[in-house]
T-cell receptor, first 115, second 111 residues
Framework: EAGVVQSPRYKIIEKKQPVAFWCNPI?????LYWYRQNLGQGPELLIR????????DSQLPKDRFSAERLKGVDSTLKIQPAELGDSAVYLC?????????????FGPGTRLTVT | RKEVEQDPGPFNVPEGATVAFNCTYS??????FFWYRQDCRKEPKLLMS???SGNEDGRFTAQLNRASQYISLLIRDSKLSDSATYLC????????????FGAGTRLFVKA
């Protein structure tokens, strides 16, 4: 069974440029998460979807970050414009519907460098 | 104060040693607890869930103390392959579920 797929794996952009990350969760997993992980820190939840509904976006910096999951399957996270402090690894994870209490399966992440 | 705090690392131990990590949480609405493992430049992966009665999986033992609001992970007979960062994860139930990761504790097992 395929795991969580993310692309691109690496991205280098200049500050003030836009960037987008894509995630395809495990088939049948209706819960999708986006996390940001800074060096030496644990993942920080940005947004959680149940199907196409964003049920927790309290940690998403809405002035520059946006996310969508239009058909309840794959998802895109966008930053516009990027700032130097956005350099981090952006992780996508998924879990079966209604099982937020259980295992989350992570993708390999996108390593973003903003110069 | 952070909602989830872990022992600062790194831990450097010889092969065969027993090592224990602690994790404290501040919110009494914490409902579920997990330990994840993260290898260098890789994604986190579930190591084990933590049950109220404590649970064991081979060389790994996890315990929960709700009264003192901490969880622990014990690794016996450490192997070189145990070298990784161990992340404590807490699920809060505050009208909706929220996942909070600790900063992680790094373990180096030496030959």
């Amino acid at each position: 069974e395929a795991g969580v797929v993310q692309s691109p794996r690496y991205k280098i952009i200049e500050k003030k440029q836009p960037v987008a990350f894509w995630c395809n969760p495990i088939s049948g997993h209706n819960t999708l998460y986006w996390y940001r992980q800074n060096l030496g820190q644990g993942p920080e939840l940005l947004i959680r979807y149940e199907n196409e509904e964003a049920v927790d976006d309290s940690q998403l910096p809405k002035d520059r970050f946006s996310a969508e999951r239009l058909k309840g399957v794959d998802s895109t996270l966008k930053i516009q414009p990027a700032e130097l402090g956005d350099s981090a690894v952006y992780l996508c994870a998924s879990s079966p519907q209604g099982t937020t209490l259980y295992e989350q399966y992570f993708g390999p992440g996108t390593r973003l460098t903003v110069t | 104060r952070k909602e989830v705090e872990q022992d600062p690392g790194p831990f450097n131990v010889p092969e065969g040693a027993t090592v224990a990590f602690n994790c404290t949480y501040s919110n009494s609405a914490s409902q579920s607890f997990f330990w994840y493992r993260q290898d260098c430049r890789k994604e986190p992966k579930l190591l084990m869930s933590v049950y109220s009665s404590g649970n064991e999986d081979g060389r790994f033992t996890a315990q929960l103390n709700r009264a003192s609001q901490y969880i622990s992970l014990l690794i016996r007979d450490s192997k070189l392959s145990d070298s990784a960062t161990y992340l404590c994860v807490v699920i809060l139930n505050t009208g909706g579920f929220k996942t909070i990761f600790g900063a992680g504790t790094r373990l180096f097992v030496k030959a």
